[in-house]
């Protein structure tokens, strides 16, 4: 699947500062220790609509992620899917009259403008699940052939795979058996179905039904679970042991804890990632956004209206990544202004040293990605003035290359 076009990123002088994640697995602040190569998986979009602020503000925080790591020289193997063949995207073609494949093609082409306006650099392998249906289903079988997962006896055709046979299952959420029956319920799972052995038992592989697209494969004719589908297209790309995996807070269970399950089951390994990375959720009007509420914000509307993308990244990375907060318009004038105030600060032929300043944006956005923190040290030095000619320009290139702020 096509991707977007990667932003210009300048290099810094120096050296960058060592990266360290909060980890939900062990629920604490931990150093990114990646090899020459930094391996990221970063799970995508459903394309049913467009890409609203809660979106934007997950993928804000890994490209956080990316840019960091290239500070630090190395190179970043990001890769990210689609879920092109999913439940949701069948009930918005239907509820809207149109063919499902338009329907995600046309979402996806917008996603990836938004992308593009927001600055993020994007995946060195960007997979739909359409295309990846093979690889997929190749995993399903092997889930089957070592003995861990099951086909219902209902005649269906559905694949399972048993909880029971996995000793760490839970190790990524620690969440209890209840939440987690909660959740699955809430997000996509089927706790209460017939013949399953175990109730959190996730779906693999969904027998062919009538007027639902389906493949051949070696379980039989169907389409993919949810979770599987970024089991395969992460592993097979990057291999185990990845160094971030990442989405928001919504997907810590069943999405992530599942995911990690398929994958370590099938290559006998664990763990799949080293850190387990969530961004907090963005609200409106007191209460998170979703579908079901129908209180979206969405990218391609703000810039629609003429908001500039560099407005919207800053109010985005004025709150802390992992934090759940709301978007106000507020909140935008108050970024629309700081943008405003940086850009007539770096033309100026001169100002106050910007080495400080590389050195603590560097600083606070090593440190969990701090980027309040980071914003808080440029708005002190556009405050200030200095009569270093060399200054405007590093302070532009540092936002650049660090914040993705293009001014």
Known sequence: MQSWPHPDVPLLPGTGIPLRLYDSATHEVRPTE????????VCGITPYDATHLGHAATY????????VWRDNGHEVMFVQNVTDVDDPLFERADRDGEDWIVLGMRETALFREDMTALRVIPPAHYVGVVEAVEEIAELVEKLVSIGVAYRLEDGTGDVYQDVAAAARFGYESGYDHSTMLNFFAERGGDPERPGKRNALDPLLWRGAREGEPRWP???????PGWHVECAAIAVNRLGMGIDVQGGGSDLVFPHHEMSALHAEAAADQWPFAKHYVHTGMIGLDGEKMSKSRGNLVFVSRLRGDGV?????RLALLSGHYRSDRAW??????????????WRDATARATGPSAVELLATVR??????LDSPGAIRAVDDWVAREGSDPTAPALVHSTLDALLGIAL
Do not use: I, K
Not at 34 to 41: E, L, Q, S, T
Not at 60 to 67: K, P, Q
């Open 328 to 341: 106000t318009s507020a909140a935008l004038d108050e970024a629309q202004e700081r943008l405003a105030r």
């Open 34 to 41: 990646p090899g020459p190569v930094a391996r990221m998986y």
């Open 363 to 368: 600083e606070r956005l090593a440190d969990d």
């Open 60 to 67: 804000l925080a890994f490209d956080l992620v990316n840019r």
């Open 217 to 223: 494969s070696p379980v039989g004719p169907g389409r």
């Open 308 to 312: 500039d993308p560099m407005a919207v």
